[in-house]
């Protein structure tokens, strides 16, 4: 059973930045590949960002060249560099494994706000 937490989610201004961490809970080395989503009110969950167990990136096209995923296996963390942030990425954000989204496994995710 693989626990995740969100943090580093805050309000900032458009045009700033944010690093949000995803933590294992508990002791684990993190051979899976993760995966960040968010919600907006009203909206879908949307596929952000996700990275293999190798640390190969991929992107949504909303935050190409904006957003930047990475991974410490030491850590058991996986990291989003939030740059140039707009108000359409006010959200919840959420990490997962494969796994946990096949179960429909959410965490209590982070929020970020963005004001315009």
């Known amino acids: 059973q693989v626990q995740l937490v969100e943090s580093g989610g805050g309000s900032v201004q458009a045009g700033g930045s944010l690093r949000l961490s995803c933590a294992a809970s508990?002791?684990?080395?993190?051979?899976?590949?993760i995966f960040w989503y968010r919600q907006a009110p009203g909206k879908q969950r949307e596929l952000v960002a996700g990275?293999?167990?190798?640390?190969?990136?991929n992107y949504g096209d909303s935050v190409k060249g904006r957003f930047t995923i990475s991974r410490d296996n030491a850590k058991n963390t996986v990291y989003l560099q939030m740059n140039s942030l707009k108000s359409e990425d006010t959200a919840v954000y959420y990490c997962?494994?494969?796994?946990?989204?096949?179960?429909?496994?959410w965490g209590q995710g982070t929020r970020v706000t963005v004001s315009s």
């Open positions: 997962n494994t494969l796994l946990g989204i096949e179960r429909s496994n």
């Open positions: 508990g002791i684990i080395f993190m051979i899976n590949p």
């Open positions: 990275i293999t167990s190798d640390g190969v990136p």
